[in-house]
T-cell receptor, first 115, second 112 residues
């Protein structure tokens, strides 16, 4: 079955470390997205990519970086510049090109904790 | 700009009660509208959707009707179960931006 796989499910980071969260999809979707969710709050867009080798900043990109070298993969790196990285991170994908009927498909999330 | 407003939670109901979660939107053009559900510790799952005015989306006993005249997409269920306890997100998507805009989410707690 097609879907989005995020790994790991839980991740612990020490102060000053960079960590990379994996997101892979086999839905043949063009666009991929990263969201951050804090307890009791909604989703905030970090980065998104609508085509390979191109990506744009979302609302809270500072302290994060991404790459899109393959259509299937959109890894997110949480750098040491992100001062409050503890959160639940969600990856999503979608069809592009004006097709709004399908919405986004989400992964199951990665919970990152700074120790 | 485009935006979605949901009623604040938490919403606490007894099992078999009637559920309404209000959602209103502001958008240019003709958006598609969605309800997503998030169970504890999990990602978001698409619950239902409607792509044009007067469409009714339905799934698992939940329903929502796309009302263009009131710019609303309220979620309803006639008889909730404990297993419906989750966070519900209303969202819209327009072809001119391609970005899904979420409401802030509403937590539903159903007690036996």
């Amino acid at each position: 079955d097609g879907g989005i796989t995020q790994s790991p499910k839980y991740l612990f980071r020490k102060e000053g470390q960079n960590v990379t969260l994996s997101c892979e999809q086999n839905l043949n979707h063009d666009a991929m997205y990263w969201y951050r969710q804090d307890p009791g709050q909604g989703l905030r867009l970090i980065y998104y990519s609508q085509i390979v080798n191109d990506f744009q900043k979302g609302d809270i990109a500072e302290g994060y970086s991404v790459s899109r070298e393959k259509k299937e993969s959109f890894p997110l790196t949480v750098t040491s510049a992100q001062k409050n990285p503890t959160a639940f991170y969600l990856c999503a994908s979608s069809i592009v090109g004006g097709k709004t009927n399908y919405g986004y498909t989400f992964g199951s999330g990665t919970r990152l904790t700074v120790v | 700009g485009n935006s979605v407003t949901q009623m604040e939670g938490p919403v606490t109901l007894s099992e078999e009660a009637f559920l309404t979660i209000n959602c209103t939107y502001t958008a240019t053009g003709y958006p598609s509208l969605f309800w997503y559900v998030q169970y504890p510790g999990e990602g978001l799952q698409l619950l239902l959707k409607a792509t044009k005015a007067d469409d009714k989306g339905s799934n698992k006993g939940f329903e929502a009707t796309y009302r263009k005249e009131t710019t609303s997409f309220h979620l309803e269920k006639g008889s909730v179960q404990v297993s419906d306890s989750a966070v519900y997100f209303c969202a819209l998507l327009t072809s001119n931006t391609g970005k899904l805009i979420f409401g802030q989410g509403t937590t539903l707690q159903v007690k036996p």
